[in-house]
Structures are given as C-alpha cells and as structure tokens.
C-alpha cells in the first residue's frame, strides 16, 4: 500500500512539474504576445510594410491560437487526469478504512476463539477431574467389594482349616 501511495505521490510530483511547464510555457507566450502587440506599433509606421506584417501577423496569430488550443486541451486532459487521481485516492482511502474495519474484525475473532480456547480448556479440566473422580469412585467401591469377597473367602477357608 506504501508503494502505491508513494507511485501517487510521484504521479503528482510529475503533474506538477508539467503544470510547471506548462507555466513557464504559457509566460513565453505572454512574452510573445508582447512582443507581437510591439510589432503592431512597428507596423503603424510604415504604410507598406503594413501589410506584409499584417499578413506574418495573421500567420503568428493562428500559431498561437492553435497553441493555445492545445494548451487549453492539454489543460483538460491533466484536471481528468488530476481528477482520476482523486477518485483513486479516495479509492484507496476507502479500501484503507475496509482493512481497518476488516482487521478490528479479524482481533474481535481471534479474541472470541481465544476466550472459547480457555473455556473449552477450563471446561475439558473439569470434566477431566469429575470423570476422574468418578472413576476413582469406582475402583474404590469395586476394590472395597473384592476386599469383602476375598475376607469372606479367607474366613470360610480358616474355619475349613479349624476344622
């Protein structure tokens, strides 16, 4: 996400130094403009070089006309693009705060399956030891009934043997 957001800011490093460009561009237009409006006085003194200026003037004039056409269009093309650039950062912004939520999401789980671990844990303990109580209980009782047989057995057999 870092690389993207890095290719971005890159992206916008380049959009600036082409509007810089475009700046400096448009300042050397202005200059040409100036100058053009200096010829226009230069003109005025000469009644025949009037109109072979006037005629170079109309040429210069459409040159600047289709330049600034383009200029104007190169414009647009870079505010779709300036705005194509927004609606990725939103994008982005968007799928950021997705994580985010997706990730809280992801702790409360885990949190849930590790609180289910230790019941589970606790539970399987005390089950064990019930279990283990109750088997205890048994062999006890089974051990204290064997015990019984085996007295009544040895009795019987001493008065077999008194006899």
Do not use: C, P, W
């Amino acid at each position: 996400m870092e690389n993207t957001l890095q290719q971005i800011l890159n992206e916008l490093k380049e959009v600036r130094s082409d509007i810089s460009i475009l700046k400096n561009g448009q300042h050397g237009l202005d200059q040409n403009q100036q100058e053009v409006l200096a010829d226009f006085g230069e003109l005025k003194d000469g009644q025949q070089r009037l109109v072979q200026s006037q005629l170079e003037m109309r040429s210069d004039i459409e040159e600047l006309k289709v330049g600034q056409q383009r200029l104007d269009l190169s414009q647009q093309q870079i505010r779709s693009d300036i705005s194509e650039l927004k609606v990725g950062q939103q994008r982005l912004v968007q799928d950021q705060q997705e994580t985010r939520t997706n990730f809280g999401e992801l702790k409360a789980g885990q949190q849930r399956i590790e609180q289910g671990l230790e019941q589970l844990q606790k539970n399987l303990v005390e089950t064990l030891g019930e279990y283990t109580e109750k088997i205890v209980d048994h062999v006890d009782d089974k051990t204290a009934a064997l015990n019984k047989r085996v007295f009544d057995v040895e009795t019987v057999v001493q008065r077999i043997s008194r006899q």
